[in-house]
Antibody, heavy 115, light 109 residues
């Protein structure tokens, strides 16, 4: 059974850093495209970043230069390193598997950026 | 990376059909047959309902169907049921990035 479990969210001050993790089971992270998608409170979904099976990475303009997506093949885990956090980064962050669409999602982890 | 345009809300009575539109540009919806649709109930993670414009994942009811014409994609739900009440989001591949719609709240009257 495919499962994605995000951890690492919490309350962080503006300008701070946080690393989210997404532990996968039932499939191999490194063989799939993996994305992060976020949802601000009461708002819609926003794609954040993707890492291709070949290792290429891409980012939404809103996070480019501040966020870094990566994976640990030995742990079958996806990461999102978030630096220089802003209030507008407050959201539930989901990891999702998929090539051109997202077929499995985690339950999400809440990141709150506030002083 | 502008969001795709969806109506904020739609409604229908049980048994009726509704259609949700999703308008993009020639850089996203119009360029790729890679539109997907997601259902999200309050407090839950999104669920894939349609992928590659009109394909249904295993386990999704055949009451859900998708189509595309030019820069606009559509999701149709026939035979509305109470459990269909949720938020629906379209999404399009746009060349190494993905764009979501703003979401549509479906109310079953």
């Amino acid at each position: 059974e495919v499962q994605l479990v995000e951890t690492g969210g919490g309350l962080i001050q503006p300008g701070g850093s946080l690393r989210l993790s997404c532990a996968a089971s039932g499939f191999t992270v490194s063989s799939n495209y993996m994305s992060w998608v976020r949802q601000a409170p009461g708002k819609g979904l926003e794609w954040v970043s993707v890492i291709y099976s070949g290792g290429s990475t891409y980012y939404a303009d809103s996070v480019k230069g501040r966020f870094t997506i990566s994976r640990d093949n030995s742990k079958n885990t996806l990461y999102l390193q978030m630096n220089s956090l802003r209030a507008e980064d407050t959201a539930v962050y989901y990891c999702a598997r998929g090539p051109s669409y997202f077929d499995y999602w985690g339950q999400g982890t809440l990141v709150t950026v506030s002083s | 990376q502008s969001a795709l345009t969806q109506p904020a809300s739609v409604s229908g009575s049980p048994g009726q059909s509704i259609t949700i539109s999703c308008t993009g540009t020639s850089s996203d919806v119009g360029s790729y047959n890679l539109v997907s649709w997601y259902q999200q109930h309050p407090g839950k993670a999104p669920k894939l309902m349609i992928y590659e414009v009109s394909k249904r994942p295993s386990g999704v009811s055949n009451r859900f169907s998708g189509s595309k014409s030019g820069n606009t994609a559509s999701l149709t739900i026939s035979g509305l049921q109470a459990e269909d009440e949720a938020d629906y989001y379209c999404c399009s591949y746009a060349g190494s990035l993905w764009v979501f719609g703003g979401g549509t709240k479906l109310t079953v009257l």
